[in-house]
């Protein structure tokens, strides 16, 4: 099985390239399917989440290209099946775009029920809501959701609660409806942006994309295009919060620092200096940590998917600090963990109060999730001794070459898989 094998202490400084974002690749790649020309998205991130996407387009019939680590070609003018259930895509959250993506363009689209982090209750009504109110039957039978239409009609429609993956799917199902479609309370996250772009690219017409009300306008075709992915607004603010909490100094590059703003306020907030430029944030945390109160909201508030990060450092900070999560019901797991590295947290329900301790000690703990995941690694990096972090399979969804970018800032992390091997690491870096 293989670990994360990390000895903390040391400040992580120095400076790291950003990838793409991962949740707007996801949904970019599902996108691809809806030309038949060939389309080259750039910047996809290399990850075990958009292999499992590119394997679905290729068990759909779609003819893939990988132009480069990065870049992918794609040319759906083969598809032979409008059926995703391969193995991984069920394992993933991203897979759901395919139902989005198929009805909009074949007005029919059968998607195994998708997976992702388990995180809560992560419901799909909003989708579902969505493709109906554009005329569209759907049902769930054997473990898909089927959703089939003999015509597509825009329709205006209001989102109960602000969702960012109804918004991009009932988004790319209306493109080639007919008339206009009106979304009301849409997310606003930098990826929703994106994927809008990446469609108009394509021909359609979406407005508003970045407001809480988008308006898309029918067309009858999308066309080829190349298209660059931005970048991931968290994998950025997971290292800019690894500098808070190694007492380090990192430098993150390639990002757009107005997607880092409100990880950038909280930083500042808890006594960290944060210096932007035009595509790099730079990150010192030179003075102790100072308590602060955070509650995730949707963009442009606090991500959810930042809420581990910052536990994990004000865990590290002086004084109280409370710590609400509103988006995802059941996203305090990794606490457990956290707590066996010694810091101070109590949960209760949907909060998380947290008394500062002076570090946190190593010790072998597993990632539940992604996120919290990527969170821990980063409290074993600056924690007192060894820790051993297993299920790294939930880190490597999201995280490209995570070891290695943090060896480049100094860190001592490892991949492992055998006990002589971590043997080795605790030989080389005692
Ligand atoms: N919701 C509903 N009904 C719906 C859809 C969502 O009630 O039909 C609720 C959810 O239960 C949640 C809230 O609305 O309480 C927001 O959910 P959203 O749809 O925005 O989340 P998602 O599409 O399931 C994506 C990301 C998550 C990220 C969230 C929030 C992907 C594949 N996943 O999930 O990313 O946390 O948006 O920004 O894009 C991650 O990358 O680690 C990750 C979990």
């Not at 893939?64 to 992918?72: A, D, N």
């Not at 391969?86 to 009805?103: E, N, P, T, W």
């Not at 799909?124 to 239409?149: M, N, S």
């Not at 030179?286 to 509650?295: D, R, Y």
């Amino acid at each position: 099985m293989e670990q994360y094998a990390v000895r903390g202490g040391n400040p992580l400084v120095g400076e790291v390239e950003i990838g793409g974002a991962k949740n707007a690749a996801l949904a970019i790649l599902a996108a691809a399917v809806m030309t038949d020309e060939p389309v080259i998205i750039d910047n996809v991130p290399d990850l075990s989440d958009t292999k499992a996407m590119i394997q679905a387009t290729e068990s759909i019939g779609c003819q893939v290209e990988q132009l480069g680590r990065h870049t992918v070609k794609i040319t759906a003018k083969t598809v032979n099946s409008l059926v995703v259930e391969d193995d991984s895509s069920k394992k993933i959250r991203g897979s759901y775009y395919f139902l989005g993506a198929l009805l909009g363009r074949y007005k029919r689209a059968e998607v195994a029920l998708p997976g992702g982090c388990n995180i809560g209750l992560r419901p799909i009504d909003q989708h579902i809501k969505g493709f109906r109110a554009l005329g569209a039957d759907v049902r769930i039978e054997h473990g898909l959701i089927i959703t089939e239409a003999e015509q597509l009609k825009g329709n205006h429609i209001y989102l109960d609660v602000v969702t960012v993956g109804a918004t991009i799917n009932v988004m790319m199902a209306a493109v080639m409806a007919e008339g206009q479609t009106i979304i009301e309370n849409a997310a606003k996250e930098p990826h929703v942006v994106d994927v809008a772009n990446f469609l108009n690219s394509m021909g359609a017409n979406i407005k508003g994309a970045g407001t809480d009300v988008i308006r898309i306008k029918g067309v009858h075709k999308l066309h080829g295009t190349e298209y660059t992915i931005i970048p991931d607004q968290i994998e950025a603010g997971t290292f800019m919060f690894a500098a808070a909490v190694t007492k380090g100094d990192i430098t993150v590059k390639n990002v757009i620092p107005k997607h880092l703003e409100s990880i950038s306020a909280k930083l500042m907030e808890i006594g960290c200096e944060v210096e932007e430029s035009d595509d790099a944030v730079r990150v010192v945390a030179a003075k102790p940590l100072t308590h602060t109160h955070v509650k995730t909201l949707p963009y442009p508030g606090f991500p959810t998917d930042m809420q581990p990060q910052i536990t994990v450092a004000l865990g590290l900070s002086t004084g109280t600090s409370i710590v609400t999560e509103s988006i995802f019901e059941n996203r305090f797991k990794y606490v457990d963990e956290l707590t066996r590295m010694g810091a101070n947290i109590k949960v209760e329900g949907n909060t998380a109060i947290i008394d500062g301790v002076s570090k946190y000690t190593g010790a072998s703990i597993s990632a539940p999730d992604l996120r919290a995941g990527a969170a821990l690694v980063t409290a074993a990096l600056a924690a007192e001794g060894i820790s051993i972090i297993d299920d790294i399979k939930f880190i490597e969804r999201g995280y490209e070459d995570f070891p290695h970018k943090l060896q480049m800032l100094g860190a001592q992390i490892e991949k492992v898989s055998t006990e002589r091997e971590l043997q080795k690491f605790r030989l080389k870096t005692g």
